[in-house]
């Protein structure tokens, strides 16, 4: 079975600078989604970026950047110029090609943003 | 592009109780629909989904059931809340343009006294 685990259950940034939370996951299949969920105080779920296991190219949205590193299984987020409303936590999740379109997700990281 | 409701916002319920939490999605048609529960701090857990009208499947077996009685309607029922019950309830669709991506909803926060 897919799992999927992100180590950091919390982090801290200074506001304008750079972190990077890191995502693992084990799967045999060699087609599938990995997404970044966000979810503000607010619980609402945000897609932040996605990026699908066949590009080589690592996915980039404004300040949110991916590194894929599909042999070391590892789909780690970076994001840049850290602003205050980047507090938040993060889920990793993992999608297989299915019709299903089932996700599943880590267990998320607890971002804080120092100002 | 599509738009996903769930009623209600919050609930608290008794033990022994019934459920009906709603979901309904706008802007597509034949979406793929899901039900996850979050407990406080925790990851998302897949409860329930849906690939059409009157097709639910089971993630994981437990106090709840689903249905699904039209297409962009996809509601979470139980006949008798336990107190396990209690937790974030996130409905998610599946469709349209992009067929990769699961969207959802503003969520129900359910808690069993």
């Known amino acids: 079975a897919q799992t999927v685990t992100q180590s950091q259950p919390e982090m801290s940034v200074q506001e304008a600078e750079t972190v990077t939370l890191s995502c693992t996951y084990d799967?045999?299949?060699?087609?599938?989604?990995l997404f970044w969920y966000k979810q503000p105080p607010s619980r609402q779920m945000i897609l932040v970026i996605r990026?699908?296991?066949?590009?080589?190219q690592n996915a980039t949205e404004n300040r949110f950047s991916v590194n894929f590193q599909k042999a070391a299984k590892s789909f780690s987020l970076k994001i840049s110029d850290s602003q205050l409303g980047d507090a938040a936590m993060y889920f990793c999740?993992?999608?297989?090609?299915?019709?299903?379109?089932?996700?599943?997700f880590g267990q998320g990281t607890t971002l804080q943003v120092k100002p | 592009s599509q738009t996903i409701h769930q009623w209600p916002a919050t609930l608290v319920q008794p033990v022994g109780s019934p459920l009906s939490l709603e979901c309904t999605v706008e802007?597509?048609?034949?979406?793929?629909l899901y039900w996850y529960r979050q407990a406080a701090g925790r990851g998302l857990q897949l409860l329930f989904y849906s690939v059409g009208i009157g097709q639910i499947s089971s993630e994981v077996p437990q106090n709840l059931s689903a249905s699904r009685p039209q297409d962009r309607q996809f509601i979470l029922s139980s006949k008798k809340l336990l107190l396990s019950d209690s937790g974030f309830y996130l409905c998610?669709?599946?469709?349209?343009?992009?067929?990769?991506?699961?969207?959802f909803g503003p969520g129900t926060r359910l808690t069993v006294l």
């Open positions: 990026q699908e296991a066949y590009k080589q």
């Open positions: 999740a993992y999608r297989r090609y299915s019709n299903t379109g089932k996700l599943i």
């Open positions: 998610a669709s599946l469709s349209g343009i992009s067929t990769d991506t699961q969207y």
């Open positions: 799967t045999s299949e060699s087609d599938y989604y």
């Open positions: 802007g597509t048609s034949n979406p793929n």
